[in-house]
């Protein structure tokens, strides 16, 4: 059975985060979709308990994806959840260099542990979560990078921001 994680901030989730979760879902038997608690971000938008029920709704429909979350070290959760795959979405040639060097760090410390990079698809090659957000936040349409599902949350987070 192959057990993979695909972890992020998902602060907030994207249709290119969605993308990959839907495009991994058909390769592995479970996908654990997990927001890391990271103590070290402060800038975030979204608290973990409201990350986790965006993605809860985003892939209700997607019958091998659980969600949850996790802290410390990513080898150490996998070691837990007995998952030997990390599934880590590209943008760009950027992206590459610092996820090759993080999956060959995690591979250092658990040899049983592989990590399976997955393209984004070109229609969200520019989105990322902070891009959205700094959109959100000057008003801007962020329909095309957002699951309908929880746009409003975005958008009234922004709203009372404004207040």
Not at 73 to 91: F, H, M, P, S
Not at 117 to 126: D, G, K, Q, V, W
């Amino acid at each position: 059975m192959i057990k993979a994680i695909y972890p992020g901030s998902f602060d907030p989730v994207t249709n290119g985060h969605l993308d990959i979760i839907k495009r991994a879902a058909k390769l592995v038997d479970r996908l654990i979709v997990s927001v890391l608690e990271n103590p070290h971000k402060s800038y975030a938008l979204f608290t973990v308990e409201e990350r986790i029920a965006h993605l809860k709704q985003v892939t209700k429909d997607i019958g091998n994806v659980e969600v949850s979350s996790f802290k410390g070290l990513l080898v150490d959760y996998a070691k837990q959840i007995d998952a030997n795959v990390v599934i880590r979405g590209l943008r760009a040639v950027t992206d590459f260099e610092s996820e090759f060097q993080m999956a060959l760090t995690n591979r250092s410390l658990m040899q049983e542990l592989e990590t399976l990079f997955i393209p984004t698809s070109i229609e969200y090659l520019y989105l990322s979560s902070s891009t959205l957000k700094e959109v959100a936040m000057f008003g801007g349409n962020i329909c095309s990078m957002i699951p309908c599902d929880i746009k409003q949350d975005v958008l009234d987070k922004f709203a009372k921001q404004g207040e």
